[in-house]
């Protein structure tokens, strides 16, 4: 029944931007890193970026550095990635996933994910 439900992608133009929400359902984020992955066909699952459950520390792929920002919001019980200056090799599917209970830190956590991800698509 807990579940991540990841949303916000679509088709943009180089350059452009577009933010994806991964909301709680059924339990509090708060405790747990929460990570975005993307995957294209033909190519591995990648991380993209992590937040630890405080908030306070980040980690990104180098390929995003500068350009995509990852942030949280306990009220909204949601996870955002803002995503700035889009470039075609940003296109795949974008899945989040939470740590296990009682891994906070980034470095420490094993993600399990579970949605149906959402599309982003980068072209002219």
């Known amino acids: 029944q807990p579940q991540l439900v990841e949303s916000g992608g679509g088709l943009v133009q180089p350059g452009g931007s577009l933010r994806l929400s991964c909301t709680g359902s059924?339990?509090?984020?708060?405790?747990?890193?929460i990570a975005w992955f993307r995957r294209t066909p033909g190519k591995e699952r990648e991380e993209v970026t992590c937040i630890n459950s405080y908030g306070n520390r980040t980690r990104y792929v180098h390929s995003v550095k500068g350009r995509f920002t990852i942030s949280r919001d306990s009220v909204k019980n949601t996870v955002y990635l803002q995503m700035n200056s889009l470039e075609p090799e940003d296109t795949g599917v974008y899945s989040c996933?939470?740590?296990?209970?009682?891994?906070?830190?980034?470095?420490?956590?094993?993600?399990?994910?579970w949605g149906q991800g959402t599309s982003v698509t980068v072209a002219p």
């Open positions: 059924l339990f509090i984020l708060d405790y747990y890193a």
């Open positions: 996933g939470k740590s296990r209970y009682g891994q906070r830190l980034c470095e420490d956590a094993q993600f399990v994910t």
